[in-house]
């Protein structure tokens, strides 16, 4: 099975930070990987899918890269309201694993 | 638009059965593969289910293999999830989930199910 390593599993960032939040995958997973964003109580929303392809809607502060075994979600500007948390997602092979997330708090 | 609606979840005791369903509307469910995750209190995100789409193969995650079956029925747009020998360790929020829906439509609402006695 393939390990998804998310870091850190938790921050605290001020409004206005840059954040980057890192997956690591225990074999190569091409770019067969997807970040979502989880707020309390609500349904996971998919920001980017296919490593770094932005899903429509989604604000152009969030980024992804990476291929391989090293993915990265970044929030160039970080806005009250992407305080949640975020997970990713490699889909290369079964069973698909996710990250254990990671929770950015209000410092 | 692409509408995922799961029920059947509730109250069960440990060795209990529950099926699960996820009626699907607004895309041709039939072309698609679909899958279940489930979310304990608390907890991340946890894959344990998918199918193929016309229902011939599936795969599972170890924690659930030998006890919950996936299934669809491609002519009621309806996914099922036969969830047997529930242990305390099931309880969760069952999603459904479908990669290829448009993001914001992926997912349904999510279903509890809580395995107590």
């Known amino acids: 099975d393939i390990q998804m390593t998310q870091s850190p599993s938790a921050m605290s960032a001020s409004v206005g930070d840059r954040v980057t939040i890192t997956c690591r995958a225990s074999?190569?997973?091409?770019?067969?990987l997807v970040w979502f964003q989880q707020k309390p109580g609500k349904v996971p929303k998919r920001l980017i899918s296919d490593a770094s392809s932005l899903q429509s809607g989604v604000p152009s502060r969030f980024s992804g890269s990476g291929s391989g075994t090293e993915f990265t979600l970044t929030i160039s500007s970080l806005q009250p309201e992407d305080f949640a948390t975020y997970y990713c997602l490699q889909h290369k092979s079964y069973p698909w694993t996710f990250g254990q997330g990671t929770k950015v708090e209000i410092k | 638009e692409v509408q995922l609606v799961e029920s059947g979840g509730g109250l069960v005791q440990p060795g209990g059965s529950l099926r699960l369903s996820c009626a699907a509307s607004g895309f041709t469910f039939s072309n698609y593969w679909m899958h279940w995750v489930r979310q304990a209190p608390g907890k991340g995100l946890v894959w344990i289910s998918r199918?193929?789409?016309?229902?011939?193969?599936?795969s599972y995650a170890d924690s659930v293999k030998g006890r919950f079956t996936i299934s669809r029925d491609n002519a009621r747009n309806t996914l099922y999830l036969q969830m047997n020998s529930l242990r305390v360790e099931d309880t969760a929020v069952y999603y459904c989930f479908c990669l290829e829906a448009p993001a914001g439509e992926d997912w349904g609402q999510g279903t509890l199910v809580t395995v107590s006695s």
């Open positions: 199918i193929n789409s016309d229902g011939t193969g599936t």
């Open positions: 074999q190569g997973i091409n770019n067969y």
